[in-house]
């Protein structure tokens, strides 16, 4: 059932400029994702949102865990917005672009605030509040965005 199909053979370079781009291409698809979820999650969403965001939580010093836990996360929002072409395409990005969601969230090294960031989002999505999840989630991107500005490759060994 497939709408969108990838190129699992992607290896394109790791860049500053590509780590921006997919937060920017980010931007524009989860804010409308959690703008549908607000309006069409069910409890069986948030019963599956709430173990991942448990999990996470408690992977903070498992970097790996942690960053497969929050594309589940965000992934799960996708679900939630029940729209399916949106939840393929957010699929296609974290299938390609795992690796670099770890460097960002390596990046950022603030794990504990990205956490509370991901518990917000799914409390305004509880008290369907379109406006808040969407502010949210965007303050949430805009954040690895501004930390990707002012980093400098340079200082990360591996890219």
Do not use: C, Y
């Not at 991901?118 to 930390?147: D, F, T, Y």
Request: charged share 20%; net charge negative; glycine share 4%.
């Amino acid at each position: 059932d497939s709408l969108v199909i990838m190129n699992p053979i992607f290896a394109g370079t790791v860049s500053k400029k590509l780590l921006l781009d997919l937060v920017e291409a980010r931007m524009p698809l989860e804010s409308t994702t959690v703008s549908l979820a607000a309006k069409h999650a069910t409890e069986n969403h948030f019963a599956e949102m709430d173990p991942s965001l448990t999990r996470s939580g408690a992977s903070l010093p498992d970097v790996s865990l942690l960053n497969e836990m929050n594309l589940a996360f965000h992934q799960q929002i996708a679900i939630a917005s029940g729209n399916s072409v949106l939840q393929q395409v957010l699929g296609v990005l974290t299938s390609l672009f795992t690796r670099e969601q770890r460097l960002i969230l390596d990046i950022q090294n603030a794990r504990q605030e990205d956490h509370e960031e991901h518990l917000g989002i799914v409390a305004a999505l509880k008290q369907r509040q379109s406006e808040l999840a969407v502010s949210r989630m965007l303050a949430h991107l805009r954040n690895a965005q501004e930390v990707l500005q002012r980093w400098d490759p340079s200082t990360t060994p591996g890219i």
